[in-house]
């Protein structure tokens, strides 16, 4: 069992996302501070990337605002590392094949996990051509999170044999998709935990998807606080974060 997957040992995971350096570094560091504090067990770090076709228009706007302040790789690593001298909480990387390519395939998964990355999503890249990102995940350490949409239906034993951390149940699944798609995973005999993000903002729509999920992604909510708050959102984001982490255990 990995460190993502020992997270899931004993109850409802709470998985924030923020994207990375919005509206600066500072203010992300804080933000996953406060994250912390409010009990998140597991924080999705966003690198901004220009087309992130797999995002809300919420999302979207914020990888814009963090792009204009020049947030890359290299800044992101750094922050990550800066936060691993007081945080143990997982860390998983959201970002996307290109920046990946250009950066280096293998360069970008060695840093990521010398900085104490402990999983990668890429939404755009099928179960097909994971092979080459999956191999040196393995030999690092990090967990190459899947993917499953409801279309995934015919394909969830391929994806889910060799999967790791837990199976992501993509943003796009509705509620009563999401219940459908991590009921075919268990009817495939899958134990891996499943956790979904569809239309997650508040405590009653998180309480709501941990009945049928083991765990449940906040795309939006904290990049929302972020924009409306800027520099002082931590504080809303630490009170927000709670919220939703007594709704889970409650």
Do not use: W
Not at 52 to 71: C, F, H, N
Not at 138 to 164: C, F, H, Q, W
Not at 199 to 227: C, R
């Amino acid at each position: 069992m990995n460190k993502l997957e020992s997270v899931f040992t004993n109850n409802k995971v709470l998985i924030p996302f923020i994207t990375c350096g919005d509206p600066n570094r500072d203010v992300t560091k804080a933000a996953v501070r406060a994250m912390v504090e409010g009990g998140a067990d597991i924080i999705e770090l966003g690198i901004p990337f220009s087309d992130p076709t797999a995002e809300s228009p919420v999302v979207q706007a914020s990888y814009d605002r963090a792009l204009k302040v020049g947030t890359y790789a290299d800044e992101i690593f750094e922050l990550v590392s800066d936060l691993r001298k007081e945080i143990t909480v997982p860390f998983v990387l959201v970002t996307y094949a290109n920046p990946v390519f250009s950066y280096g395939t293998e360069d970008f998964i060695r840093k990521a996990a010398s900085c104490g990355i402990d999983g990668i999503i890429i939404p755009d890249v099928p179960y097909e051509e994971k092979s080459e990102f999956a191999e040196i995940c393995k030999e690092v350490g990090i967990s190459l999170i899947s993917v499953l949409a409801p279309t995934s239906t015919n394909r969830i034993s391929m994806i889910a044999k060799d999967a790791e951390g837990f199976l992501y149940i993509s943003a796009d699944a509705g509620e009563g998709e999401s219940s459908t798609v991590v009921s075919d995973v268990r009817a495939q005999g899958v134990t891996l935990p499943c956790v979904t993000s569809a239309s997650i903002s508040t405590a009653i729509q998180a309480k709501t998807a941990a009945t049928y999920s083991d765990g449940v992604v906040l795309p939006s909510g904290v990049v929302e606080l972020l924009e409306k708050y800027g520099t002082e959102a931590p504080s809303h984001i630490a009170e927000y974060i709670k919220e939703i982490k007594a709704a889970l255990q409650a």
